[in-house]
């Protein structure tokens, strides 16, 4: 599974972006699908997460609320919708996948254990 981010860039605070994470090298839907995000010299954080069959997102604490995680199972393509961005948020943003599904998915994006990773997309607040 070959993971692509884009949609990454400048931004003035309160402003939006939107990432796109596209997948390829699978032909049938990947089951997780998540966001991480790293700033220099911290841990990878990550901060959401879609699994298919679940009715409900994973969306970390420190974005609840401004960011949103949207699925396209069938291009197997994620979506990170970012609103009201701050200078916190400034990152590299990174795309995960992994082929097994359920809600442990979401525990291995808590616990950073996707198989699968991209190389990851800059985001700039100030």
């Known amino acids: 599974v070959q993971l692509v981010e884009s949609g990454g860039g400048s931004v003035q605070a309160g402003g939006s972006l939107r990432l796109s994470c596209s997948a390829s090298g699978y032909e049938y839907s990947i089951q997780c699908m998540a966001w991480y995000r790293q700033v220099s010299g911290k841990e990878r954080e990550g901060i959401a997460a879609s699994a298919i069959g679940l009715a409900y997102r994973y969306l970390g604490d420190s974005v609840k609320g401004r960011f949103d995680v949207i699925r396209d199972s069938a291009s197997n393509t994620l979506y990170l919708q970012m609103n009201d961005l701050r200078p916190g948020d400034t990152a590299m943003y990174y795309c995960?996948?992994?082929?097994?599904?359920?809600?442990?998915?979401?525990?291995?994006?808590?616990?950073?254990?996707?198989?699968?990773g991209g190389r990851g997309t800059q985001v700039t607040v100030s």
């Open positions: 995960a996948a992994d082929l097994r599904g359920g809600p442990r998915c979401y525990d291995r994006v808590r616990g950073g254990m996707l198989d699968y």
